[in-house]
């Protein structure tokens, strides 16, 4: 059934456009970006987009020449600020106690080639990594998958660990301008300008291909979204909903698990 909504599809262009807030919860507390990133491994750990300590969040903020990342080593549940390494986009420490992993040339050569992907973020969540075994990208058939509309991508060839500035460069060139790519036999790689949106692109892309499974498991078929409906979402999750759900993240972490300040 067609609903009569008052105006044309073409008008129906979400985002802040349509409707901005006024008076946003605070985010409670001052972070440092290294702080900032810890929250982010900590949280995608939190809910399940994380496999122990496998996979990094890079972080390069505009007008730097480095990037931060969590170590190797530790677990994403014991990500803290004081943890969080600097490296330059060759891969070497610049600052930081400990390793960085022999794959941050996922990272680099993705920051190196894409001025839109500040962050990146890279792990084998259980529900991306089902998929990513068929390997099939996920249906948007529920309304908050509309984020990941024109944004995925298939890597159906598997090369091997990627350890090499050569290897990080071919798996860029393959990922082309998408911000989410399913990597076969392996996981998923989410890129965005901003913290805020690569936090709830992950979360909402492992969410929607836990959905995209239980459908086929459960045997029925997924009513996709039209396309202009998706377009309408997709800029009232980014420009409305990604940085309000980053902050009450914060707060909720930072009230339960204040160590990751330190
Ligand atoms: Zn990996």
């Given at each position: 059934m067609v609903r009569d909504h008052g105006g044309s599809e073409s008008e129906r262009v979400g985002g802040t456009a349509a409707w901005a807030p006024s008076h946003l919860p605070p985010r409670g507390v001052e972070l440092s970006p290294a702080q900032e990133l810890a929250c982010a491994v900590r949280h995608l750990d939190i809910v399940?987009?994380?496999?122990?300590?496998?996979g990094h969040v890079s972080w390069q903020q505009p007008g730097n020449d480095t990037l931060l990342v969590n170590p190797w080593?530790?677990?994403?549940?014991?990500?803290t600020g004081s943890s969080i390494l600097e490296v330059d986009l060759d891969g070497?420490?610049?600052?930081?106690?400990w390793d960085v992993t022999p794959a941050i040339h996922i990272h680099t050569e993705l920051h190196r080639r894409r001025p839109d992907a500040r962050v990146v973020v890279h792990s084998h969540p259980m529900n991306a990594a089902v998929l990513a075994a068929v390997p099939e990208l996920p249906e948007?058939?529920?309304?908050?998958?509309?984020?990941l509309s024109d944004e995925m991508v298939l890597v159906d060839d598997y090369d091997g660990e990627v350890d090499t500035p050569l290897a990080g460069g071919a798996l860029a060139d393959a990922i082309g301008d998408r911000s989410v790519a399913l990597l076969v036999s392996h996981g998923v790689i989410v890129t965005a300008p901003t913290m805020q949106e690569a936090v709830y692109k992950s979360v909402l892309f492992e969410r929607t291909c836990e959905m995209h499974w239980r459908l086929r498991a459960f045997g029925q078929k997924a009513t996709p979204i039209a396309p202009v409906f998706q377009n309408q979402l997709k800029a009232s999750l980014i420009e409305r909903a990604a940085d309000v759900y980053w902050d009450g993240a914060i707060r909720q972490l930072v009230a339960t698990e204040p160590d990751v300040l330190d």
């Amino acid at each position: 059934m067609v609903r009569d909504h008052g105006g044309s599809e073409s008008e129906r262009v979400g985002g802040t456009a349509a409707w901005a807030p006024s008076h946003l919860p605070p985010r409670g507390v001052e972070l440092s970006p290294a702080q900032e990133l810890a929250c982010a491994v900590r949280h995608l750990d939190i809910v399940g987009f994380s496999e122990n300590m496998t996979g990094h969040v890079s972080w390069q903020q505009p007008g730097n020449d480095t990037l931060l990342v969590n170590p190797w080593g530790f677990w994403w549940r014991e990500a803290t600020g004081s943890s969080i390494l600097e490296v330059d986009l060759d891969g070497a420490v610049v600052s930081g106690d400990w390793d960085v992993t022999p794959a941050i040339h996922i990272h680099t050569e993705l920051h190196r080639r894409r001025p839109d992907a500040r962050v990146v973020v890279h792990s084998h969540p259980m529900n991306a990594a089902v998929l990513a075994a068929v390997p099939e990208l996920p249906e948007i058939v529920h309304q908050n998958s509309s984020i990941l509309s024109d944004e995925m991508v298939l890597v159906d060839d598997y090369d091997g660990e990627v350890d090499t500035p050569l290897a990080g460069g071919a798996l860029a060139d393959a990922i082309g301008d998408r911000s989410v790519a399913l990597l076969v036999s392996h996981g998923v790689i989410v890129t965005a300008p901003t913290m805020q949106e690569a936090v709830y692109k992950s979360v909402l892309f492992e969410r929607t291909c836990e959905m995209h499974w239980r459908l086929r498991a459960f045997g029925q078929k997924a009513t996709p979204i039209a396309p202009v409906f998706q377009n309408q979402l997709k800029a009232s999750l980014i420009e409305r909903a990604a940085d309000v759900y980053w902050d009450g993240a914060i707060r909720q972490l930072v009230a339960t698990e204040p160590d990751v300040l330190d």
